[in-house]
């Protein structure tokens, strides 16, 4: 199956910096991505949909302005999680979307985020 | 809106043994996917079984099959001779297949069930 990549796979940060988190789709072009949120113990909560070369899609209750996506290529999509405070340390999913591929969506292996 | 509900939080089953997981979903679409996920302690995420809703034969991977009731909104997994790397986090999802501008709807997850296995 196709492979989508997440780096890094842990972070730690101070209160108050920001994060970036990258996405590749490593053998395919994904024309959709998704960036999930699942705290311990609980389903994946989606954050956005981007498609490459257009701006995010937020979904209700998330900050556009706290966690800025940029789908900027057909194989990378990057989560910067921006001021980020100990509430947004969580585990960050993402996920893409082969247009050829039939609509199968793939996942990365996500992102611990810990913020102190 | 569409919903999946997972109604069995955790779940348990003896090695060799064969364990059912449920999962019902709401919808008012005719046209859609389901899917199961498993989310192992790696936290990957790997789909497991996916199902197309006009098909009518229930879909089987190996050892794993669903049984999909389509009236009764039903879409369980039935894992045959478990064994010890199945247990993890098992999620059952929805997709509409209707054309968003080009891109079909996204994933809708149910809660999830933890299924253990016992050696």
């Known amino acids: 199956g196709a492979v989508v990549s997440q780096h890094p796979s842990r972070v730690i940060c101070k209160s108050g910096t920001s994060v970036k988190i990258e996405c590749r789709s490593l053998d395919f072009q994904a024309t959709t991505m998704f960036w999930y949120r699942q705290f311990p113990k609980q389903s994946l909560m989606l954050m956005a949909t981007?498609?490459?070369?257009?701006?995010?899609?937020?979904e209700q209750g998330v900050e556009k302005d706290k966690f800025l996506i940029n789908h900027a290529s057909l194989t990378l999509s990057t989560l910067t999680v921006t001021s980020a405070h100990p509430e947004d340390s969580s585990f960050y999913i993402c996920?893409?979307?082969?247009?050829?591929?039939?609509?199968?969506?793939?996942f990365g292996p996500g992102t611990r985020l810990t913020v102190t | 809106a569409q919903t999946v509900t997972q109604s069995q939080p955790e779940m348990s089953v003896q090695e060799a043994e064969t364990v059912t997981l449920s999962c019902t979903y709401d919808?008012?679409?005719?046209?859609?996917?389901l899917f199961w996920y498993k989310q192992p302690p790696s936290r990957q995420m790997i789909l497991v079984i996916r199902?197309?809703?006009?098909?009518?034969q229930n879909a089987t991977e190996n050892r794993f099959s669903v049984n999909f009731q389509k009236a009764a909104k039903s879409f369980s997994l039935k894992i045959s001779d478990s064994q010890l790397g199945d247990a993890a986090m098992y999620f059952c999802a929805y997709r509409s297949a209707k054309n968003y501008g080009g891109s079909q709807g996204n994933l809708i997850f149910g809660k999830g069930t933890k299924l253990s296995v016992k050696p």
């Open positions: 996920s893409a979307r082969n247009r050829r591929g039939g609509y199968e969506q793939y």
């Open positions: 981007s498609n490459e070369g257009s701006k995010a899609t937020y």
């Open positions: 919808t008012s679409e005719s046209d859609y996917y």
């Open positions: 199902q197309e809703a006009y098909k009518q």
